[in-house]
């Protein structure tokens, strides 16, 4: 790299860096992975998918402490390595009984157990099938947000949904740069026929409704998780082509790109080692831009039912499980979600523009 292209990312980088709204932007999506590739040791529920049910708890107010009685699993768990529980995390050892209080009775452990506010049903257990001491059988959890009406904990699955909105912006956005720079290098640089079919097609699929060609290729492929990476990847190409293209067209007749063609090098390195190196800066911004969509578009897609399956976390359809508590006493369930989708947006958007000021992208 030349002396003059580092002094340019020096000095890009100096103008990002003394953008307060950027700099917050980074902060929050720094966070925000490290939340998502550490979730499941950062989670109160570690279990996989944060899927702990307790229905007796259900709907727990944020803040809300409760007593459990840990009943030992016939068939213990098998103990996965440090990588497999940051990826999957570990299946609990133990069933969780939500109780009331216990007493000590000598040889009987007296548990009151917790069916419903102010309703318990009381139950003895021998002694000797507890562990020592006696208060190693019960734990106390406190839900800082709560719990979803199945009584997992809400923010342990908030906390997870983080690698959702991170995977399907990450991937949507490698195959949209895939398809929107080629297609639009290829516009761009060779024109006539090739730029007129692909323009084409780009005024196609920019007719088309976001959501709709979403829910159509979703439809096509299937529901899942995967699935939804590549439905939002293929429908967010066209930005960046029409970017690449507009960028590609203002350049082609620069003095380089003559150079360039004089010493007979090829149109395929013509456009990856002298012109897309050149047009890199508003391919970044378009780039923030459209992560902060996708993470928009798979919420809503989770919302309405084709997006991410449960068990598996996801923001959105925490949103779609929860949104009837927002009349009632407990708006957290549904709002926390919705709070974590609109800072992650704002990361992107501020990061974004910070971005475009920095690297002095013209309208």
Do not use: C
Request: aromatic residues 10%; proline residues 4%; glycine residues 10%.
């Amino acid at each position: 790299m030349s002396s003059y292209a580092e002094s340019i990312q020096l000095a890009a980088w100096r103008r990002l860096k003394k953008n307060r709204g950027a700099v917050l932007g980074m902060v929050i999506i720094i966070l925000t992975l490290l939340t998502a590739v550490f979730g499941y040791f950062l989670a109160p529920d570690g279990s996989p998918d944060a899927n702990r049910m307790i229905v007796e708890i259900g709907g727990l107010k944020p803040g809300k402490q409760q007593m459990f009685y840990k009943v030992k699993k016939e068939r213990p768990p098998v103990r996965r390595s440090f990588i497999q529980r940051l990826i999957y995390g570990q299946e609990d050892g133990f069933s969780y009984m939500p109780v009331k209080r216990y007493l000590d009775r000598g040889n009987v452990i007296v548990i009151e157990k917790y069916i419903d506010e102010d309703v318990y049903d009381t139950l003895s257990v021998p002694r000797s099938v507890l562990a020592a001491p006696l208060g190693s059988n019960f734990t106390t959890t406190t839900y800082l947000l709560g719990t979803d009406k199945y009584g997992r904990d809400i923010l342990s699955r908030l906390l997870l949904g983080s690698r959702v909105s991170l995977s399907v912006g990450a991937i949507a956005i490698i195959i949209s740069l895939t398809i929107g720079v080629i297609l639009g290098a290829a516009a761009g640089y060779f024109r006539g026929r090739t730029d007129n079919v692909i323009m084409w097609l780009i005024n196609v699929i920019w007719s088309i409704p976001t959501l709709l060609l979403v829910f159509a290729i979703t439809f096509l492929l299937g529901k899942g998780f995967w699935q939804v990476f590549v439905a939002v990847g293929l429908t967010m190409w066209v930005s960046v082509a029409r970017i690449v293209r507009g960028q590609i067209l203002s350049v082609r007749k620069r003095e380089y790109v003559e150079a360039a063609r004089a010493l007979g090098f090829s149109d395929l390195r013509i456009i990856t080692r002298h012109i897309l190196p050149n047009i890199a800066g508003p391919i970044i911004v378009i780039a923030a831009s459209n992560f902060a969509s996708a993470i928009v578009i798979e919420a809503g897609l989770s919302f309405l039912g084709v997006g991410v399956q449960p068990p598996q976390p996801s923001w959105g359809m925490m949103i779609k499980e929860n949104y009837n508590f927002i009349i009632t006493n407990n708006p957290m369930l549904a709002l926390a979600p919705g709070f974590a989708i609109m800072l992650l947006v704002l990361a992107f958007n501020l990061l974004g523009n910070g971005l475009r000021d920095a690297l002095d992208v013209k309208g």
